[in-house]
């Protein structure tokens, strides 16, 4: 298990849209995001979820200059703790974290997770759900996720 688990905030709204916000903390417990995220979010976040602001504004700020607030905080807060996970759906933001060597997953990839440690018994469901949000999935990104799930016919 990581030793944090620092989400940004599209995990946030995309789980609270489909009513599946609890998911996290079933999977993981106690998460970590940040006073930036937490205010782009904008409602009050359940108990599980800590807030814990990033020590480094100068690092902050720089990260900034390349991704969003929200996503700038999650990393720089990864950054300042060794071997956590990010939960991070922008793709900018990912392909941040994979230059600076950081471990991350996305809300469809922790969706994945419940279901291989049976906290979830298919992922179709709430796939279909996030499609009738405004978060995109490609007919590719959705294969590749059945696929992963062991959910193909």
Request: glycine share 6%.
């Amino acid at each position: 298990m990581p030793e944090a688990i620092i989400s940004d905030t599209s995990c946030f709204i995309i789980l609270s849209k489909i009513g599946e916000l609890l998911l996290l903390a079933k999977l993981y417990g106690t998460i970590i995001t940040t006073p930036q995220i937490a205010e782009e979010f904008g409602e009050n976040l359940p108990e599980w979820i800590r807030i814990i602001p990033v020590s480094d504004e100068y690092k902050l700020r720089l990260l900034e200059l390349q991704i969003g607030r929200g996503e700038a905080s999650a990393i720089a807060l990864a950054l300042e703790r060794k071997g956590s996970l990010l939960i991070l759906d922008d793709y900018k933001a990912r392909c941040l974290a994979a230059q600076l060597e950081l471990n991350y997953t996305g809300t469809l990839g922790l969706i994945i997770s419940a279901k291989r440690k049976g906290i979830i018994p298919t992922v179709k469901p709430l796939i279909e759900k996030i499609k009738q949000t405004n978060f995109h999935i490609s007919i590719e990104l959705e294969s590749k996720v059945l696929i992963e799930a062991d959910e193909t016919t």
